[in-house]
């Protein structure tokens, strides 16, 4: 099955963020092999957006797919729910299986940007980032993750990383195939309905059917509520 690795960049209100930030880090290209890699920094290069450009980064979840490329966006402010920062740089380094997908060195780095107050912690369910933006509590694919809503031109985009992998985990209401909680995830899904202007706005986290279904920009870029 091919699965995309996905980020998705948002403009307007004098803020360019991106939503989940990808990965670099050689030892996972060695690991994984990903066909067409392209460096998350390269990739936005195509859009005429230099990585300092990038203001705002907000992480889905700590998976070392959606938080490794936080790194080479130096300027930019980073979001991330309270509950996974707190519980990824704490308790679940306690025992060797609660820290399954996170990365010590994105660990770190996260920490780094703490330190350096760039990192703002989302308290919650249903929270404002910034006007048009907002965070909502995901399933349990990992400890706390989260999706956001985007007020675009067409209605309410709704951007699932991985609180839905599939449009198959839509159309037939399932649930994601790493999950702390089925039935979380499952609501999830339910809540994105809702709040999504209507169901093709709902954007899974790594279905490559997305860059059919859209408008295509560039190889490898689609554009999304326009």
Sequence with gaps: MDMAMVIWVLRGDGHTILFDSGFYREKFLQQWKPADFVRPSDAIARLGIKPEEITDVIISHMHWDHADGAELFP????????????????DAWQSPRTHGGI???????????????????????????????????GGKHTYQSQFITVNTKVGTVVLASDNCYLYENLDKHAPIAQTLDRESNLRAQDRMRQLATKPELIVPGHDPGQFDRFPKVAD???RIGF
């Design 220 to 222: 490898g870029i689609v």
């Design 75 to 90: 300027k930019a402010a980073i979001w991330l729910q309270r509950d996974e920062y707190a519980y990824y740089t704490g």
């Design 103 to 137: 990365d010590s060195e994105d660990v770190l780095a996260v920490v780094r940007a703490n330190i350096e107050g760039r990192v703002h912690l989302v308290n919650g369910d249903d929270q404002e980032i910034m006007p048009g933006v907002r965070a909502y509590i």
